[in-house]
């Protein structure tokens, strides 16, 4: 598997004015589904725009596909996707129109342009809907667009900004489908969202920008893995949480739920021998996961 | 309720030809010249641009087949020769300018399409020269084609190979006129359009600047502000095709202010300059 960064900045700077965006980030992104998390103004559409050579960096270096952006802009954007976060559609051309017209900014000839317009509508399941007009579009429909423009043209890496904004629960789902879809096609993708579940649920690799700063950059899995153990009980919690305390483990009772972190032993004996000290059933026990939330929550109070 | 079903066909990368820069500014040039005529888009967008070339092309048509069944054309006649055709095509003209550049331009950055083209092989400069294509390619049909029709109807009525051979000239100056045309128009049109917000407004406002530059500026003149001809900015064109045609068919502004025609082709291509730089840095800011 080819494991050269798609994407690599070195001490990546930008600022609107005073107010810096963008703060020394260095980062060497690999192949696959990229999550880019951070809360609002984090610097995640600043980046993505500097990606694209939308926006010059202030300082730094960045490479995309192996190409500069500072130097080589048009063969990076030829093989870049775009899918920004506000409006790109014009209502006033049908979907197979504009998609064709997409492919053919692509560099696309207009025959191969015409076949995947329509190849990429019904990927995305607007093939009905071809020759509608996309101001008659629902923002379901419209985002599929959105997301069918960038791919249309075989794009090695697409960025998609929110894909999931103002979508209903069903029409999230189904975009989050076809997003992790995408590296089936040979696309990697860069996918920037402040909704943590949407980037645990897509990505393999997680990126945490916080005041135009990198929080963490690491695979998804390492995030994920933890030595805690999550144990429900039948009985008493309390005295379980006391006799795990009493053999070292640190015990933590959240609800009706217990999270134990030993050091000097596997958490899971501590669990068992306190469960039979306690004369305690278990109703589930298992490793505890740690999700993207608490990670980002647990990196921004060290900042 | 589900709005579409995801139909699994695969995906098929593409490993055809890839047109890179030259293809993505075809792409754009064949969009505008679309969008200008509002074609592939409701009926009701072809209306005005359709309209507007039937007002300019019927006078032609008409006298070619006057001239037809009378069996004879006058070339000396001047009631609506070529010189005299752009008093009717360069009112016109003006009209299609505002509507075109209008809706080449606001659209693209209301509707946030311009996110599209920022993520193709193209730059801004690519974006506003395949835009102005589009314009100079339609404006020029819409001043020239009427021309082109009544010297072919002339040629076919007095003698196609004589009448071609003697007024050959007239083919070129019509068709350098009908540019000066376009550079005098299109460039403030595009001006205007890459502020505004709505295309009806970029419209209004154009046609606005250019017919009250014309009164305001004759009546400065009157009051001895002689240097206010250089802001007839809709007469320029009119005083350069009478000196390209070797014609005279108005009193215009520049010259009763005391300018050459000269001046005035100096000043259409200055202002057409700083028109185009203006709106490339603006639409730079857009992107």
Redesign the interface.
């Given at each position: 598997m080819d494991t050269t960064p798609i994407i690599a900045t070195t001490d990546l700077r930008f600022a609107y004015g005073d107010i810096v965006a963008i703060d020394g980030v260095s980062l060497e992104i690999p192949p696959g589904r990229i999550g880019l998390v951070g809360a609002n103004g984090a610097g995640k559409t600043t980046l993505l725009k500097i990606l694209?050579?939308?926006l010059p960096a202030a300082s730094g270096r960045v490479d995309v596909l192996g190409h500069s952006v500072a130097t080589q802009?048009?063969?990076v954007?030829?093989r870049?996707?775009?899918m920004?976060e506000?409006?790109?559609?014009?209502?006033?051309?049908?979907a197979a129109?504009f998609l064709g017209?997409?492919a053919?900014?692509?560099?696309?000839?207009v025959r191969?342009a015409r076949q995947?317009a329509s190849?990429v509508l019904?990927?995305?399941?607007?093939?009905?809907?071809r020759f509608r007009?996309i101001g008659e579009f629902?923002t379901?429909?419209r985002q599929?667009t959105k997301l069918a423009?960038?791919i249309v043209?075989?794009p090695s890496l697409v960025?998609l900004d929110e894909p999931t904004a103002g979508l209903d629960p069903?029409?999230r789902e189904?975009m989050l489908?076809?997003v992790t879809r995408l590296e089936?096609?040979?696309i990697n993708a860069v996918i920037s969202s402040h909704v943590l579940t949407d980037i645990e649920r897509t990505c393999d690799w997680v990126i945490m920008l916080d005041g135009g700063k990198v929080l963490r950059s690491s695979p998804l899995t390492d995030l994920s893995t933890t030595d805690e153990v999550e144990l429900e009980v039948i009985g008493d919690i309390a005295v379980v949480a006391e006799s795990a305390r009493r053999m070292g483990a640190t015990a933590e009772l959240i609800g009706s739920v217990l999270h134990l972190k030993a050091s000097n032993r596997d958490a899971f004996e501590i669990a068992r021998d306190a469960l039979a000290e306690a004369d305690a059933s278990v109703r589930r026990l298992g490793a505890r996961r740690t999700t993207l939330e608490d990670v980002f929550m647990g990196e921004e109070a060290q900042q | 309720m589900?709005?579409?079903?995801?139909?699994?066909?695969g995906?098929?990368?593409?490993d055809?030809?890839?047109?890179?820069?030259a293809?993505?500014r075809?792409?754009?040039y064949k969009?505008g010249l679309r969008r200008v005529l509002g074609l592939?888009?409701?009926a009701r967008?072809k209306v005005f641009p359709f309209t507007l070339m039937a007002i300019a092309l019927l006078p032609s048509l008409f006298f070619v087949a006057f001239g037809v069944i009378a069996g004879e054309f006058d070339p000396t006649a001047t009631l609506f020769g070529h010189s005299q055709y752009f008093d009717l095509t360069g009112a016109l003209v003006l009209i299609f300018t505002a509507l075109a550049s209008s809706e080449l331009l606001v659209?693209?950055r209301v509707?946030?399409?311009?996110?599209?083209?920022?993520?193709?092989?193209?730059?801004v400069g690519d974006y506003v020269l395949m835009r102005s294509a589009s314009l100079a390619t339609v404006v020029f049909g819409f001043l020239w084609l009427p021309h082109v029709v009544l010297f072919l109807g002339r040629a076919w009525v007095n003698g196609f190979s004589s009448y071609v051979t003697d007024n050959a000239a007239i083919l070129w100056e019509t068709a350098l006129a009908s540019v000066v045309y376009f550079a005098a128009f299109a460039p403030l049109g595009f001006l205007v359009a890459a502020f505004s917000k709505r295309t009806s407004l970029a419209a209004g406002v154009f046609l606005g600047v250019i017919t009250i530059s014309s009164a305001a500026t004759r009546g400065l003149i009157e009051a001895g502000f002689d240097f206010m001809g250089l802001f007839a900015f809709q007469h320029h064109p009119g005083f350069v095709k009478d000196w390209i045609m070797d014609s005279s068919t108005h009193s215009w502004i520049p010259e009763d202010a005391g300018f050459d025609a000269s001046v005035s082709l100096l000043v259409i291509v200055v202002v057409a300059l700083l028109s185009g730089m203006t709106v490339l840095a603006r639409q730079r800011r857009a992107?």
């Amino acid at each position: 598997m080819d494991t050269t960064p798609i994407i690599a900045t070195t001490d990546l700077r930008f600022a609107y004015g005073d107010i810096v965006a963008i703060d020394g980030v260095s980062l060497e992104i690999p192949p696959g589904r990229i999550g880019l998390v951070g809360a609002n103004g984090a610097g995640k559409t600043t980046l993505l725009k500097i990606l694209l050579g939308v926006l010059p960096a202030a300082s730094g270096r960045v490479d995309v596909l192996g190409h500069s952006v500072a130097t080589q802009q048009l063969e990076v954007r030829s093989r870049v996707g775009w899918m920004p976060e506000s409006n790109c559609l014009p209502p006033d051309q049908t979907a197979a129109d504009f998609l064709g017209y997409a492919a053919e900014l692509g560099g696309l000839p207009v025959r191969a342009a015409r076949q995947r317009a329509s190849d990429v509508l019904g990927l995305v399941g607007l093939h009905e809907e071809r020759f509608r007009y996309i101001g008659e579009f629902s923002t379901g429909m419209r985002q599929r667009t959105k997301l069918a423009q960038a791919i249309v043209h075989d794009p090695s890496l697409v960025l998609l900004d929110e894909p999931t904004a103002g979508l209903d629960p069903e029409g999230r789902e189904e975009m989050l489908d076809l997003v992790t879809r995408l590296e089936t096609f040979g696309i990697n993708a860069v996918i920037s969202s402040h909704v943590l579940t949407d980037i645990e649920r897509t990505c393999d690799w997680v990126i945490m920008l916080d005041g135009g700063k990198v929080l963490r950059s690491s695979p998804l899995t390492d995030l994920s893995t933890t030595d805690e153990v999550e144990l429900e009980v039948i009985g008493d919690i309390a005295v379980v949480a006391e006799s795990a305390r009493r053999m070292g483990a640190t015990a933590e009772l959240i609800g009706s739920v217990l999270h134990l972190k030993a050091s000097n032993r596997d958490a899971f004996e501590i669990a068992r021998d306190a469960l039979a000290e306690a004369d305690a059933s278990v109703r589930r026990l298992g490793a505890r996961r740690t999700t993207l939330e608490d990670v980002f929550m647990g990196e921004e109070a060290q900042q | 309720m589900t709005e579409g079903v995801v139909f699994d066909l695969g995906w098929r990368p593409h490993d055809g030809p890839r047109l890179g820069r030259a293809g993505a500014r075809r792409a754009l040039y064949k969009d505008g010249l679309r969008r200008v005529l509002g074609l592939r888009r409701k009926a009701r967008r072809k209306v005005f641009p359709f309209t507007l070339m039937a007002i300019a092309l019927l006078p032609s048509l008409f006298f070619v087949a006057f001239g037809v069944i009378a069996g004879e054309f006058d070339p000396t006649a001047t009631l609506f020769g070529h010189s005299q055709y752009f008093d009717l095509t360069g009112a016109l003209v003006l009209i299609f300018t505002a509507l075109a550049s209008s809706e080449l331009l606001v659209p693209d950055r209301v509707n946030g399409t311009l996110a599209v083209y920022a993520s193709r092989p193209l730059t801004v400069g690519d974006y506003v020269l395949m835009r102005s294509a589009s314009l100079a390619t339609v404006v020029f049909g819409f001043l020239w084609l009427p021309h082109v029709v009544l010297f072919l109807g002339r040629a076919w009525v007095n003698g196609f190979s004589s009448y071609v051979t003697d007024n050959a000239a007239i083919l070129w100056e019509t068709a350098l006129a009908s540019v000066v045309y376009f550079a005098a128009f299109a460039p403030l049109g595009f001006l205007v359009a890459a502020f505004s917000k709505r295309t009806s407004l970029a419209a209004g406002v154009f046609l606005g600047v250019i017919t009250i530059s014309s009164a305001a500026t004759r009546g400065l003149i009157e009051a001895g502000f002689d240097f206010m001809g250089l802001f007839a900015f809709q007469h320029h064109p009119g005083f350069v095709k009478d000196w390209i045609m070797d014609s005279s068919t108005h009193s215009w502004i520049p010259e009763d202010a005391g300018f050459d025609a000269s001046v005035s082709l100096l000043v259409i291509v200055v202002v057409a300059l700083l028109s185009g730089m203006t709106v490339l840095a603006r639409q730079r800011r857009a992107a």
